[in-house]
């Protein structure tokens, strides 16, 4: 299944990190590319293109201008949408849907504040337990249980670094 994660309203400075992990997590996670909006972030995107060059597999990222335009567009083009907010319906309720679904699906990780029209045009709003937590916790749990645990096998071609798994110790080949 293809998946593609949106991040609304990056702040520089203040969301670099959580951003920069959203996008490495997206990735490492088994998404396809990940887009954000807010304040344009030339860093997060070199960051993450780097990691996706070094590490390898095929990964975007790429800047909207306006989420909601995005959310519409990726509708429109037949995509489907699950926003992830603590006030949805729980993800061990929703996940086995989106694990049948035969259509590119969009998951939506909100920012400072989300306004009612992100809810209106999710098709799922899903909350990785009733508790507030981290976007980067949600997605991850998300994916994970979207692919039912597969991502951590999933392999990256053509990859310039890879790590040897060591009891102890540390092993990284160079390619
Ligand atoms: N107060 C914000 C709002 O109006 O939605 C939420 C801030 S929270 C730190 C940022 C994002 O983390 C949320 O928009 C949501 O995507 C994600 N998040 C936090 N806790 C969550 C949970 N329990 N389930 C699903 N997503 C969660």
Not at 13 to 27: E, N
Not at 113 to 140: C, F, I, M, R
Request: net charge positive; glycine share 8%.
């Amino acid at each position: 299944m293809r998946i593609k994660v949106v991040r609304l309203s990056h702040r520089l400075f203040r969301d670099q990190r959580i951003t920069t992990h959203c996008a490495l997590v997206s990735r490492a996670f088994g998404a396809d590319g990940f887009v954000y909006s807010g304040e344009r972030d030339t860093k997060l995107e070199a960051t993450t293109r780097k990691v996706a060059s070094n590490w390898g597999g095929r990964f975007s990222c790429e800047y909207a201008d306006s989420y909601m335009r995005f959310i519409k567009a990726w509708k429109k083009n037949g995509g489907l949408v699950a926003h992830l907010t603590v006030y949805g319906l729980p993800v061990q309720k929703v996940a086995p849907k989106l694990r049948k679904l035969r259509k590119p699906l969009l998951l939506v990780v909100g920012g400072e504040k989300v306004p009612p029209e992100v809810y209106q045009a999710a098709d799922w709003n899903v909350a990785v337990t009733g508790q507030p937590h981290s976007e980067v916790a949600a997605l991850a749990m998300m994916l994970d249980r979207i692919f039912s645990g597969r991502e951590l096998e999933k392999k990256f071609p053509k990859a310039r670094l890879a790590i040897v798994p060591q009891e102890r110790g540390k092993r990284v080949i160079r390619k």
